[in-house]
């Protein structure tokens, strides 16, 4: 602005608008970031206070001897808890079961939350019906959920154990596994499904249109078409529901309390923790915890190139 | 043309009903369970052979229901509240305000939002003890208030974008008082996404289990969901699945009607943080 001011009107104003509307701005960015420090610290402070400082905390307890029935034997013991988990059968069972667990849900959600997307996007008739309808599996308690489920597997008394000539899934591993999956994919399902509407909505209809004038079949323009458009928000709705699905506990905490070996990681903490008293082991796990949701958002971040949603402020 | 509308039409109509059936059967089953008598509990059929208020009446009369309902009640509200209120702040300034380390700010918020809970059970459990909030309503409140506040910086930020702020200088060009502006024209536009991410924040505090059975240890501060594994523990009721499912269906309740009446609104606020970022 100032440049363009030609230097022959005067010498007093173009020093004037010079200076004073830089160090108006400088103010102003001065106030706005003093403004911004205010807004942002309570919030701040708080999710640190919560997270960042137990965190740190669960680091220390994790290197310590530090049992809750033996208070006076509390010690420094280096990575002797890490060791005894790692070395442990019980961790590499539940990080299997979780896996197994996180794989097969968000697999089989994906996939039928995208048909739920395609029924939410392209039926005209009693939407709203079916919108209201799909959130309540999102919305209920899951505890509340899983007692029904718990009740609806149990011989002589559940529907679904009738249906399969009276059988007890719950009390076997791979079919508790099972049923387990079938609960977490009925919760989570609509949540995908959501997400996944909303990138399909970002696909323009015309190419749809256009490809169909091409002669495109309707699976070619669901691979070819709509799939790469809604690359971006398939890979975070995947990536929300992967974090999500590694920390099952409620579900897996009503239908079986983890027994017949199907325990997943956040139960064996809460175990370790709750029964066994265990401070050092369960915040030796809780930390490893931590470690093996960091390396997933990694993978899902740098090596699939997930947008972190919010990290792309400047894009709007 | 004709035929091929009306079997595209029906052809969605079958798929909206599998959807409403697989969406509402499991529900509708908590409910059928609910009005059992304890003998026809052990009864597989879907629906009971004889209705019965009498699991609602027990557990509506019972302390070790009626307490924990209250406990979840007040303390979703009051964290939902704080929450908001300083999740507005936050996305007010990101929004609104150029500052440094605001990249960092949303990062820490992604960071939070996908932490594993059970990794800060233990150490929180440990400092609750300490500091004396354990089983207390505010040893559930504080983590519930910063595990609620990504969700709702996401949610409210997102929305506070779409506002169109010129509208308070206008106001104010106008002769309306920087306060008038903001309550006649800013907050009736800001509105709509605070509900959105109160009832959202609300849900999840709702939903919570796993820190509720970790830091509670009386009805003193027990939720619904963590008090109604107790229900089976020697207490009043004899066959418990009734009782339980009677609770399931009082504390699902609420959210049928948030979803009834804001569905469009969760819909919106489940979507913006994720996919417009």
């Not at chain 1, 919030?43 to 740190?56: D, E, N, Q, S, W």
């Not at chain 2, 606020?269 to 994720?274: Q, V």
Request: hydrophobic content about 55%.
């Amino acid at each position: 602005m100032s440049t363009t001011t030609p230097p022959v009107t005067t010498t007093e104003t173009p020093a004037h608008a010079k200076k004073k509307p830089k160090r108006q701005l400088t103010e102003i960015q001065k106030a706005d970031r003093r403004l911004a420090f205010w807004l942002c610290a309570p919030a701040v402070l708080v999710m640190i206070a919560v997270t960042g400082y137990p965190l740190v905390y669960a680091v220390i307890l994790s290197l310590q001897k530090n049992n809750l029935e033996l208070p006076s034997e509390t010690k420094f013991i280096g990575f002797a808890n890490y060791a005894a988990v790692l070395s442990s059968s019980y961790w590499w069972e539940a990080l299997w079961v979780t896996v197994v667990i996180t794989v097969f849900s968000v697999a089989i959600s994906l996939v039928l939350g995208m048909l739920l997307a395609e029924v939410l996007h392209r039926t005209v008739f009693f939407r709203g019906g079916v919108r209201t309808a799909s959130l309540i599996p999102y919305g209920i308690v899951t505890v509340a959920a899983a007692y029904g489920w718990q009740y609806a597997w149990t011989p002589s008394q559940g529907y679904l154990s009738a249906a399969f000539n009276n059988s007890a899934p719950l009390t076997s591993h791979v079919q508790a596994i099972i049923v387990i999956i079938i609960a977490e994919v009925w919760k989570t399902t609509p949540f995908m499904g959501l997400l996944l509407l909303a990138g399909l909505s970002l696909v323009p209809e015309d190419l749809q249109k256009a490809a169909m004038v091409d002669g495109a079949t309707g699976w070619q323009r669901f691979t070819r078409i709509t799939l790469p458009l809604m690359k971006p928000a398939i890979l975070v709705a995947l990536l929300f529901r992967t974090l999500d699905s590694f920390r099952i506990f409620d579900n897996i905490f009503i239908l079986t309390s983890g027994n017949n070996g199907t325990g997943s990681v956040s139960i064996l903490g809460y175990d370790n923790l709750f029964n066994a008293l265990n401070l050092g082991i369960g915040s030796a796990i809780a930390i490893l915890i931590f470690i093996c949701v960091a390396i997933i958002a990694v993978i899902f971040i740098l090596g699939f190139g997930t947008a972190a949603p919010g990290s792309s402020t400047g894009r709007r | 043309m004709a035929v091929i509308t009306t079997r595209q039409r029906s052809g969605w109509g079958v798929a909206n009903f599998v959807v409403i059936a697989l969406a509402l059967i499991p529900v509708l089953w908590l409910v059928s369970l609910s009005f059992k008598t304890p003998t026809a509990v052990l009864d597989p059929s879907f629906w009971p052979s004889q209705w019965t208020w009498g699991n609602y009446s027990g557990i509506l009369t019972s302390s070790q229901f009626l307490r924990p309902l209250l406990n979840s009640i007040g303390i979703g509200i009051i964290a939902t509240v704080i929450a908001v209120v300083l999740a507005s702040m936050a996305a007010y300034a990101i929004a609104r305000l150029d500052f440094p380390g605001k990249a960092v700010l949303v990062g820490l918020a992604l960071l939070i939002a996908m932490f594993p809970l059970i990794a800060l059970v233990t150490p929180l459990f440990t400092i609750e003890r300490a500091l004396g909030l354990f089983n207390t309503w505010f040893g559930l409140i504080i983590p519930y208030v910063a595990f609620g506040l990504p969700l709702g910086i996401y949610t409210l930020s997102a929305f506070f974008r779409e506002i169109p702020w010129e509208l308070e200088k206008a106001a104010k060009m106008d002769g309306a008082t920087p306060f008038q502006a903001f309550t006649k024209v800013i907050a009736p536009l800001a509105a709509p996404g605070m509900v959105t991410t109160a009832i959202l924040v609300f849900l999840a505090c709702w939903n919570d289990f796993i820190l509720a059975i970790s830091f509670t240890s009386t009805i003193a501060s027990r939720t619904a969901p963590a008090a109604m594994e107790y229900f089976s523990g020697g207490s009043v009721f004899t066959v418990p699945t009734g009782p339980i499912s009677a609770a399931a269906v009082v504390i699902t309740i609420p959210i049928i009607i948030f979803v009834l009446f804001f569905q469009r609104r969760i819909v919106a606020g489940l979507t913006s943080g994720a996919v417009k970022g």
